[in-house]
């Protein structure tokens, strides 16, 4: 076996690995309640110690949300390579970022997470996770490995749709939740909406780097 083979194995390994950990941690959550789940009762249905378990995440929040989320990341990257290459750069990351996530996670799953609000912060936070994915997707679509156009754009895509998902979701105090202790959706927005306008004021730059764009110009 080569080195790259190794390094390959190993980092299917420890994919397998924290998939193992947050499902678990999902399916513990769901069944007694995210508040009465602990690390070393994730790390023991996960078939690991809770040393390896702290390897991989830094909160048993983390690992939670990870299992509906993690997927969905590599999801809109898959979901920008499938757009037609004639698309306009701005347009084929917005509708990918939207599709993706507008298809919700499990109902029961996103219902725990948005009546916690641990979860729900940590749910907002794991829009960051986008950024690697896209970023390789974007390089690839603009045909730029060399210069750092692809993770500043991805960057300012995650930071973008963050901002519509925490307009989404109100993460104010418990004292503004419902009765059953759900939490306050903004009625009035729906998250596509909100991601349009959002990822809206990042098509400019998306544009700029956009090469189909600047050779229709130049032409």
Do not use: C
């Not at 007694?32 to 048993?60: L, M, Q």
């Amino acid at each position: 076996m080569t080195a790259k083979e190794r390094g390959g194995l190993r980092e299917r390994k420890k994919a397998a690995t924290r998939d193992a950990l947050s499902e678990a941690a999902l399916r513990l959550a769901l069944a007694h309640g995210p508040e009465n789940v602990r690390v070393d009762d994730i790390a023991e249905a996960a078939g690991v110690s809770p040393r390896t378990y702290n390897n991989y995440f830094a909160s048993r929040e983390q690992a939670i949300v990870s299992a509906v989320t993690a997927e969905r990341t590599l999801r809109v990257a898959a979901a920008l390579r499938a757009r037609p290459g004639s698309e306009p750069l701005a347009t084929a990351v917005i509708e990918a970022v939207v599709e993706q996530y507008t298809s919700e996670p499990d109902g029961e799953a996103l219902a725990m997470i948005m009546s916690t609000p641990r979860l729900r912060a940590e749910f907002i936070d794991a829009m960051s996770a986008l950024r690697p994915p896209l970023a390789s997707a974007i390089a690839d679509r603009i045909g730029d490995t060399a210069t750092m156009a692809p993770a500043v754009l991805a960057a300012a895509v995650s930071a973008a749709a963050r901002v519509a998902v925490e307009r989404w979701v109100d993460t104010a105090d418990d004292d503004r939740s419902t009765g059953a202790g759900l939490v306050v959706v903004t009625a009035d927005r729906t998250l596509p909406s909100l991601l349009r306008e959002a990822l809206g004021q990042v098509a400019p730059a998306l544009e700029a780097a956009d090469p189909t764009r600047r050779s229709t110009e130049q032409s």
